[in-house]
């Protein structure tokens, strides 16, 4: 099993930053996908970015040049830098880790329990 447990949410005046974490524990393997997802009230679960282990990055145009994924040193932590934050972002923030059992050739995939982030106008 692999626990996510995300940290750093709260509120915030438009304009102004965050930094979530989500550290991952169990069985992490080193091929991975780790991301930060969000849902708001009434819409669906959206990507918002995610990063391999090898540290290749993907973000949603929505938060483009504002969002900056990273994982730590020890791979099994991942940071979302939220700047420039504004009241559309506004959401549960969820934490995701996808990879393979290569022992079982399992597929993973595992979610934390998310994080809200309100900013306020």
């Known amino acids: 099993q692999v626990r996510l447990v995300e940290s750093g949410g709260g509120l915030v005046q438009a304009g102004g930053s965050l930094r979530l974490a989500c550290a991952a524990s169990?069985?992490?393997?080193?091929?991975?996908?780790m991301g930060w997802y969000r849902q708001a009230p009434g819409k669906q679960r959206e990507l918002v970015a995610d990063?391999?282990?090898?540290?290749?990055?993907n973000y949603a145009d929505s938060v483009k040049g504002r969002f900056t994924i990273s994982r730590g040193d020890a791979k099994n932590t991942v940071y979302l830098q939220m700047n420039s934050l504004k009241p559309e972002d506004t959401a549960v923030y969820y934490c995701?880790?996808?990879?393979?059992?290569?022992?079982?050739?399992?597929?993973?995939?595992?979610w934390g329990q998310g994080t809200q982030v309100t900013v306020s106008s």
């Open positions: 995701n880790y996808r990879g393979v059992n290569y022992a079982t050739a399992a597929d993973l995939d595992y």
């Open positions: 990063i391999t282990s090898g540290g290749n990055t």
């Open positions: 169990g069985s992490i393997f080193s091929l991975n996908t």
